[in-house]
């Protein structure tokens, strides 16, 4: 299974950017979908999930009403919207996968089993 993650940039404080990431290689649907990011010096921080059918979502603790994820279970693509963007928000991010997901650990990264590279998202102040 690969992920290939897209649509990272550098943009201004305030602005929105929505990342991709497609899946190649195994049944898409059947896959829980992860956002992480991860800046130098710091471990990789859960940012939102999004379950198989896009009945459930959940959100790491530091986002507040900015970020929205979903998915297309046409196109093998899950995407983060993210709003009102702040220089704190600068990171890699990354996409992952698992099709059984730990209910208790799910922000743990360990407990996703396939990962994309990242995509670089730089906020400037």
């Known amino acids: 299974v690969q992920l290939q993650a897209s649509g990272g940039g550098l943009v201004k404080a305030g602005d929105s950017l929505r990342l991709s990431c497609v899946v190649s290689g195994g049944i898409f649907r059947r896959y829980v979908m992860a956002w992480f990011r991860q800046t130098p010096g710091k471990e990789r921080e859960f940012v939102a999930l999004i379950d198989q059918l896009s009945s459930r979502t959940a959100f790491g603790d530091f986002v507040k009403d900015g970020f929205t994820i979903s998915r297309d279970n046409t196109k093998n693509t899950v995407s983060l919207q993210m709003t009102r963007l702040t220089p704190e928000d600068t990171a890699d991010y990354y996409c992952?996968?698992?099709?059984?997901?730990?209910?208790?650990?799910?922000?743990?990264?360990?407990?996703?089993?396939?990962w994309g590279k990242g995509t670089l998202v730089t906020v400037s102040s």
């Open positions: 992952a996968a698992t099709m059984s997901l730990n209910e208790l650990d799910y922000t743990i990264p360990n407990t996703w089993t396939y």
